[in-house]
């Protein structure tokens, strides 16, 4: 075990100098979250919510400790079993390594150091196993060195790998927008009745992405190339986009992962520059009709030209969120939004590249998976009062929830208790028709067990349909319904 994480170690500090993404422990990571079927993903997802990384990284962790305490009860009469190990495991690592769209093959010396340092260390350590009971404290004090020098090389590496001041970066930025977002009118949300609050504190913004270490990135470093099927090739620095006219803008991101009633949709206002002005002035030429773009860890994500570029898209190369530059995990320095499109579809975030494409030549990241290429999202509500299988008194009570039709606007929302008519609910005041709506509804409620549910109506007079569809592989769909029970003195 003590070999195991030298070896871990010495990868990590080596890929610190050269490309913190080569780590070999982050770089199997990141392998294993490409190569997770979906449903396995998914499940992850759901069991874990936000921390799924986490879990990964300790699942990792367990089963090298595994392998290490195996192959060392292997290695009694022999140092080979030991020494194979680690020499697989880096085998592992350079194959990752090379795997990984974000390293170039010079960057597996990294996997390489932990490879020849597992190796070196495991055999060291095996030669000074105690025959006897007097050998035993020499080995006790060569394994306490090894393990103390895995230790300095894991925090070295890691405060290597963090040395690009990238907070300091963000700290340095002050954004403000010329136009900014519309003042949010009191009765946009019913929080007081169970709703969100109509804005999300970016902190409590939902976040959905692959990487599992966030990319760092400093926006005096970042350049964006926007290249491909257009006239004019540009390369765009921060300051090129701080130079320009800045938008703010009230915006709803989804993601597709949600089931019905899911929890990955939040509200903020983001201030950034206007993606369509920016592919005028590179000039799209005729026949391209998607936008791939790419983010500093290898994701990739295609965009159909046509939502970017309709009147009134409100499209954005986005670099702040509610006043502040953009958080590292929600894309600093710079993300996409498009409104109207899910997140993978539409919300790089980290981006550093953009080509000009077709949808017949490229297929991005979720495309390669199984995931629709075209995601429009779809209308949708949820009751987020009563919480399912709640206790709540008999009588009046109000019923509250969420609704989105974005960029088409929700026009109503209905309710129904118990399979009885649908009667309509009070809409908070609409901000814009790219943000959520929230809902309210007084209902009268019989001792017993109850069953409520929602379903919105948006502005073409599309009625959210009541049949079922998975997440995959464009978006789920189906009635949410929350069953609860009203009792005396709950
Ligand atoms: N670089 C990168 N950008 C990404 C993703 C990702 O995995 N990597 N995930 C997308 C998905 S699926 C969603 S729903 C949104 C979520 O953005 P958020 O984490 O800021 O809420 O980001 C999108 N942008
Ligand atoms: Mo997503």
Redesign the pocket.
């Known amino acids: 075990m003590v070999s195991v994480a030298a070896a871990l170690a010495a990868g990590h500090l080596v890929a610190a100098l050269v490309n913190p993404l080569a780590s070999p422990f982050l770089a199997v990571g990141n392998t294993a979250i490409d190569l997770t079927p979906h449903p396995v993903k998914d499940f992850a997802i759901r069991t874990f919510g936000e921390n799924d990384k986490l879990v990964l990284l300790a699942g990792m962790a367990v089963v090298l400790a595994g392998l290490g305490v195996l192959a060392g009860l292997l290695s009694r009469r022999s140092p080979w079993p030991g020494m194979a190990l680690a020499a697989l495991l880096g085998l592992l690592g350079v194959a990752a390594v090379l795997a990984r769209p974000t390293t170039t093959a010079w960057a597996v010396i990294a996997p390489l150091a932990s490879l020849l340092v597992g190796v070196a260390a495991f055999r060291w350590l095996w030669s000074q196993a105690p025959v006897e009971v007097p050998g035993r404290r020499r080995f006790l004090v060569s394994t306490a060195a090894i393990a103390a020098g895995a230790g300095v090389a894991a925090v070295g590496g890691q405060l290597l790998a963090g040395r690009v001041d990238v907070e300091a970066s963000r700290r340095g930025i002050r954004l403000q927008p010329q136009e900014t977002a519309p003042e949010i009118p009191v009765n946009a949300d019913f929080a007081r009745e169970g709703t969100p609050t109509f804005m999300t504190r970016n902190e409590n913004?939902?976040?959905?992405?692959?990487?599992l270490s966030v990319?760092r990135l400093r926006a005096e470093d970042w350049r964006l190339r926007i290249h491909g099927m257009v006239d004019n090739e540009m390369v765009l620095t921060y300051d090129d986009l701080l130079r320009r006219p800045l938008v703010e803008k009230t915006i709803t991101?989804?993601?597709?992962?949600n089931e019905v009633g899911g929890p990955?949709i939040?509200t903020s206002n983001f201030i950034g520059v206007s993606l369509p002005d920016l592919l005028r002035e590179a000039g799209v030429r005729e026949g391209s009709d998607q936008l791939a773009t790419r983010?500093?860890?290898g994701?990739t994500?295609g965009t159909p030209v046509a939502s970017i570029m309709a009147p009134d898209s409100n499209a954005l190369l986005a670099i702040g969120m509610n006043g502040e530059p953009l958080p590292l995990?929600?894309?600093f320095p710079v993300?996409m939004v498009v409104p109207g499109l899910?997140?993978?579809v539409s919300?790089?975030?980290?981006?550093v590249d953009a080509e000009l494409t077709t949808f017949d030549a490229f297929d991005p990241?979720?495309a390669q998976r199984g995931w629709g290429k075209k995601a429009p999202v779809k209308t949708m509500s949820r009751v987020d009062r009563p919480k399912p299988f709640e206790r709540v008194p008999p009588g009046k009570f109000v019923a509250a929830g969420i609704a989105w039709a974005q960029h088409t606007g929700v026009d109503r929302v209905e309710v129904r208790v118990d399979g009885g008519p649908w009667q309509q609910a009070t809409l908070s005041t609409e901000v814009n028709i790219d943000t959520w709506r929230m809902w309210r509804v007084e209902l009268d409620l019989n001792e017993g067990n109850h069953t409520v549910e929602c379903r919105a109506t948006d502005r073409k007079g599309y009625t959210q349909t009541a049949d079922r569809a998975a997440p995959v592989p464009d978006g789920a769909t189906g009635i949410h319904a929350i069953v609860f029970t009203a009792v005396k003195n709950p």
């Open positions: 913004f939902y976040r959905i992405d692959t990487a990319p991101l989804v993601c597709v992962s990955y939040s983010s500093a860890d994701w994500c995990e929600h894309g993300r899910y997140g993978y919300a790089t975030k980290w981006l990241y979720w």
